[in-house]
Nanobody, 121 residues
Framework: QVQLVESGGGLVQPGGSLRLSCAAS????????MSWFRQAPGKERELVAR???????????EYPDSVKGRFTISRDSAKNTVYLQMNVLKPEDTAVYYC???????????WGQGTQVTVSS
């Protein structure tokens, strides 16, 4: 059974930082492209960070302009965990953040349950 379990969300003031974690089980973690998406109320789900599978030669990680320079994605293969370090948070970063795993060959995809991030003073 595949599980992606996010943690680390919460309430933070503007300018603050949070680190999200996504622990994966039931998959060969190194074979999966790992991503973080977010969805704010009334908006579509959007990509915020992506990191390639282990050994990829493609130009990952990637970030949209809205978070570039503030967010950093990383992965720890020993712990089967992907992280999202979020710095200089803004109110517009408020959303539910989801972890996503996609197999680099089959494109089988899995989602976590989401973790709420609220940036407010």
């Amino acid at each position: 059974q595949v599980q992606l379990v996010e943690s680390g969300g919460g309430l933070v003031q503007p300018g603050g930082s949070l680190r999200l974690s996504c622990a994966a089980s039931g998959i060969t973690f190194s074979a999966y492209i790992m991503s973080w998406f977010r969805q704010a109320p009334g908006k579509e789900r959007e990509l915020v960070a992506r990191i390639s599978q282990f050994g990829s030669k493609t130009n990952y990680p990637e970030y949209p302009d809205s978070v570039k320079g503030r967010f950093t994605i990383s992965r720890d293969s020993a712990k089967n965990t992907v992280y999202l370090q979020m710095n200089v948070l803004k109110p517009e970063d408020t959303a539910v953040y989801y972890c996503n795993a996609v197999h680099w060959v089959s494109s089988n995809a899995y989602w976590g349950q989401g973790t709420q991030v609220t940036v407010s003073s």
